[in-house]
């Protein structure tokens, strides 16, 4: 670093956009990232800071703070800066994260800010309906904060023909719709991420197996707020798409929207809700206080917290989240080649399962020989699991699991509980405990990682497995 160029944070604040070139300040290190934009994971959020530290927008999106972030910025350091300006940059910044709610401290925490957080999953197991104060949690961005006394708080629904629109509160949408409860599980579509970067690193969040839950949620039938709002049956088309925009936003103000399939939203047996309610009780902050979306059988990103805005459109959302997340491509596809528009958004979910009991790496004592496994197994698009199968050979035989929740073929959102008792001969070694779960359009899970592995850590659905040593 010695030796090279100085420059001032009147020089960095020069190069502002693309025409003069991007650099950053981070610490005392300049860059030129004018190469890096196009091919920056978070998309065109990395102009933000331009021309300017870094340093806000590494903590607001805390993604950054994994190693490697700070090698690959090094490729395009051309200077240090001024001695005594590194926080120039940042003087009048204050803390957004700064009115946060209080969380549970058995929560497994990812990242602080925005807060991430996990179910450890020998909890999971424990009961069919997840509690909500230990149910994960994933934000992008600062929690609202919304005081339904205030009358600040309203649903905007904007049919395809502006006449019909809506404007609810929240006792309106309580009132004037039949409640409807659906019990779904909630996944995230990073959950098991970090048994994919075993194969090699993906950018996401670093989730063990946590980021799902299964809820009891209470609200609105979707299907019915856009009947009101002059939407019909038939003017169902398969390319046509429900938006959700929430109330959290990026710091361009640009906020966390995405849509569904009109399709989906409509089928009455989709199940598609306005929720207000969580396992009984208010929405908490977390979880979207006062309404969010429930897409039973659809990946978490469509599931909008703090929902503020609906509209029915011709195309799917603009967003980022829709066109530049939440997509997995093919294992070769890296960040330098891929073309977020040659894939379709996650909707449905493909079949996972997992051992939460014992956990990798445990010490087990047998019970009468046997040695007792437990763990959850879910589909999505509503297709029920028909049977978990376990081995402990390596695949070489194959035992089958008691599923604990009763299962439908067909609209069975939440997820299944199962059980195994299998016999092992000897003791002292290392066993490797392999589980797969079929649903009921007889999918089934891949063996490995490696063939799923995609840059962005999605649809980590392969069989999950786990080493433990059998005690004497
Ligand atoms: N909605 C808003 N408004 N903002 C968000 O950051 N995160 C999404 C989804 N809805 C998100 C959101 C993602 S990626 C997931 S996995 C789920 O919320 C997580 O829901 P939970 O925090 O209630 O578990
Ligand atoms: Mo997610």
Redesign the pocket.
């Known amino acids: 670093v010695e030796g090279l160029p100085v420059y001032s944070s009147d020089d960095v604040a020069k190069h502002c956009n693309e025409s003069t070139g991007v650099w950053i300040s981070y610490k005392s290190g300049v860059y030129d990232i004018t190469p890096f934009i196009k091919i920056h994971p978070g998309g065109n959020k990395i102009l933000l800071g331009a021309g300017g530290s870094v340093e806000p927008f590494w903590s607001l999106y805390a993604i950054h703070q994994q190693p490697g972030t700070l090698a690959l910025m090094e490729k395009y350091r051309i200077g240090n800066l001024t001695k005594g300006e590194e926080h120039l940059a940042m003087a009048n910044m204050h803390d957004p994260y700064a009115n946060e709610p209080r969380r549970h401290p058995v929560l497994v925490v990812k990242t602080k800010k925005?807060f991430n957080a996990e179910t450890p999953s020998s909890l999971l197991v424990e009961s069919f309906i997840t509690p909500t104060d230990i149910?994960?949690?994933?934000?992008?961005?600062p929690v609202?904060d919304v005081d339904l006394s205030s009358g600040n708080y309203s649903l905007e629904v904007i049919g395809l023909d502006e006449k019909h629109s809506l404007n609810l509160n929240l006792d309106q949408l309580k009132t004037a719709y039949a409640p409807h409860s659906v019990t779904a599980a909630?996944?995230?579509?990073?959950?098991r991420r970090s048994e994919m970067n075993r194969v090699k690193p993906t950018k996401g969040l670093e989730w063990g197996q946590g980021?799902i839950?299964n809820a009891v949620w209470k609200g609105a039938r979707l299907r019915d707020v856009l009947l009101a709002a002059g939407i019909k049956d038939s003017d169902e088309n398969e390319n046509w798409h429900v938006q959700?925009?929430?109330?959290?936003a990026d710091p361009t103000n640009a906020?966390?929207?995405?849509s569904i399939p009109l399709t989906k939203a409509m089928d009455p047996r989709g199940d598609v809700i306005l929720a207000y309610e969580?396992n009984g009780e208010p929405l908490t902050r977390?979880?979207?206080f006062p309404l969010?979306?429930v897409v039973p059988g659809t990946?978490?990103?469509?599931?909008?917290?703090?929902?503020t805005r609906i509209e029915v459109s011709k195309n799917e959302s603009e967003s980022h989240?829709q066109q530049c997340d939440?997509k997995s491509f093919n294992p070769s596809t890296d960040w330098d080649k891929v073309d977020f528009s040659t894939a379709p958004a996650i909707q449905e979910m493909p079949v996972t399962s997992v051992v939460c009991e014992p956990h990798d790496g445990e010490k087990v004592k047998l019970k009468k020989d046997k040695l007792n496994l437990r763990g959850f197994a879910w589909s999505g698009g509503g297709r029920g699991i028909v049977r978990v199968d376990v081995s402990i050979d390596l695949g070489k035989t194959w035992h089958v699991a008691e599923l604990l929740d009763p299962v439908k073929l067909s609209k069975q959102w939440a997820w299944t509980r199962w059980q195994a008792n299998l016999p092992v001969q000897t003791t002292g070694q290392e066993t490797e405990i392999w589980v797969r779960a079929v649903d009921s359009s007889y999918n089934t899970q891949p063996e490995g990682m490696e063939h799923l592995w995609n840059m962005r850590g999605v649809l980590a659905v392969a069989y999950h497995k786990i080493k433990v040593l059998v005690e004497e």
């Open positions: 925005p149910f994960y949690v994933r934000h992008h961005f609202p909630l996944q995230c579509s990073g959950n980021a839950g959700f925009d929430g109330l959290d906020p966390y929207a995405i969580m977390d979880h979207g969010r979306v990946t978490g990103a469509r599931w909008v917290k703090w929902l989240w939440y």
